[in-house]
C-alpha cells in the first residue's frame, strides 16, 4: 500500500455515535491522519478535548489544536489564558501542532479582523522560535465574496459575505503574507492552496521569500478545476515545487463518507498517477505523472518534516488538568459527553 497521510481532517461535533472509532475505516488507507480542531459547532476548547481523547484511543494519530479567544473581538487576553500559555499547554498534553480557523471571513470578523493583533504576533514568534507547525484556514475562494458567483451551499452555510461587513478577499491576504513577512522562518501551511488557483504566480513569490511556507491541496473543488484548465502550467508547478506541498481531503466526522471516498480518489489519482477522473466540474482531470519522490512529498514526506516522523506521546495528566481549566468554556451538553470520557480514558 502506498504511504499517506492525511494532513487535515475535523471532528466537529458530538454523533450519536461512538467518535473514536470514526476514522477506522479510513485508516484502512491511509498511514496516520492529522485532526484539527476547529471553533464551527463547538468552542475550540472542546474540540481540543475530543481530539485529545481521540489520540489517547488512537496514539498513532497527529492532533493540531486551536486557541480558544476567550474575549472577542481580540483585546488584551487574560494573564494566564493568552495565546502563548494556551499553546504551551496545548503542546504539554501531546498536540504537534495548532490549528487556527481565524483567517475564515466569519471567524476573521468575530475576531475583530485582525490576524497580526499583538498577541497572536507572540504566539507566530513562540511558535516560530519552536519549530511548531502551524495549519491556518485563510479566506475562501473568491467567488464568495460575489453576489453573482458565490454558490447556493457557501449562502445556506452563511459563507456568502455580501453585506459589507466583512474584510475583503485581498485584506484577509495582506494580513496573512505580513504575518509571514514579520516570522519568516515560520512553519506555516495555508490550508486550500491558499485560495490562489487563479493566482498562483503570488504561491510562487512567497515560496521563493519563505522557506518553510507550504500550503494544502484540500479541495476547494475550484483548485482542481483551475489544475484541470491550466495543465501543462500546473504540472511544471507541482514538479518544481512538491516539496510545499502537502496532500489532505478535509474530511470530517460526521461528514458524507461517499462524497469523502470520491474525494480521496480524485486528490490522489491527480497527485500519484498519469491516468484520468472526472472532476470536480464533471471534466477530465489528468494525473500528473510526477516521479515517486515527488508523489511522496506531498502524499507525506512534507507534513512528517513538518510535524515530525510519528505523533508525539500524550499526557493524560496535563489532559485532565486542561478541562478543568478550561471547563467554564463547555457547555452542558459538551459536559455531559465528556464525563464518560474522562472515566474510560483519564
Ligand atoms: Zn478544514
Redesign the pocket.
Same mark, same amino acid.
Given at each position: 500500500m502506498r504511504k499517506i497521510i492525511d494532513s487535515? +481532517?475535523?471532528i466537529s461535533k458530538w454523533g450519536e455515535d461512538d467518535f473514536i472509532s470514526c476514522f477506522d475505516k479510513y485508516r484502512e488507507k491511509v498511514h496516520s491522519i492529522n485532526i484539527?480542531a476547529?471553533p464551527f459547532k463547538q468552542s475550540n476548547v472542546c474540540n481540543n478535548i475530543m481530539v485529545g481523547f481521540y489520540k489517547l484511543a488512537n496514539p498513532d494519530t497527529y492532533i493540531h489544536g486551536g486557541i480558544e479567544l476567550i474575549e472577542v473581538p481580540i483585546d488584551n487576553m487574560l494573564e494566564d489564558m493568552d495565546a502563548v500559555t494556551q499553546y504551551r499547554e496545548l503542546m504539554e498534553i501531546g498536540f504537534d501542532g495548532i490549528?487556527m +480557523?481565524e483567517g475564515k471571513p466569519t471567524e476573521h470578523k468575530r475576531i475583530g479582523k485582525n490576524l497580526n493583533h499583538p498577541s497572536l504576533n507572540s504566539l507566530y514568534r513562540e511558535m516560530e522560535r519552536d519549530g511548531t507547525h502551524l495549519l491556518m !484556514?485563510v479566506n475562501d475562494p473568491d467567488e464568495f465574496w460575489d453576489p453573482d458567483r458565490a454558490p447556493d451551499w457557501a449562502v445556506k452555510n452563511g459563507w456568502a459575505y455580501l453585506d459589507g461587513t466583512y474584510s475583503s478577499f485581498e485584506e484577509i491576504r495582506e494580513q496573512t503574507i505580513k504575518i509571514l513577512k514579520d516570522h519568516p522562518n515560520l512553519s506555516i501551511t495555508l490550508? !486550500?492552496f491558499f485560495f490562489c488557483s487563479k493566482e498562483p504566480k503570488i504561491l510562487e513569490e512567497l515560496f521563493s521569500l519563505y522557506p518553510n511556507f507550504c500550503v494544502d491541496l484540500?479541495p476547494g473543488g475550484e483548485m482542481y478545476v483551475e489544475f484541470e484548465k491550466n495543465y501543462s502550467y500546473y504540472k511544471d508547478f507541482f514538479n518544481r515545487y512538491s516539496d510545499r506541498l502537502i496532500f489532505?481531503t478535509?474530511r470530517?466526522y460526521m461528514g458524507d463518507e461517499e462524497y469523502a471516498s470520491w474525494l480521496f480518489n480524485v486528490v490522489t489519482t491527480f497527485i500519484g498517477t498519469d491516468k484520468t477522473v472526472k472532476s470536480f466540474d464533471n471534466k477530465e482531470l489528468k494525473g500528473l505523472s510526477l516521479t515517486q519522490d515527488k508523489i511522496d512529498n506531498i502524499l507525506f514526506a512534507n507534513f512528517e518534516r513538518r510535524v515530525g516522523s510519528s505523533p508525539k506521546l500524550m499526557c493524560k495528566e496535563k489532559l485532565r488538568s486542561y478541562i478543568e481549566k478550561y471547563n467554564f468554556a463547555l457547555t452542558e451538553e459538551d459536559k455531559k459527553n465528556i464525563e464518560p470520557l474522562i472515566k474510560k480514558y483519564l
Open positions: 487535515h +481532517l475535523h484539527c476547529i490549528k +480557523l !484556514h490550508a !486550500h484540500t489532505g478535509d470530517s
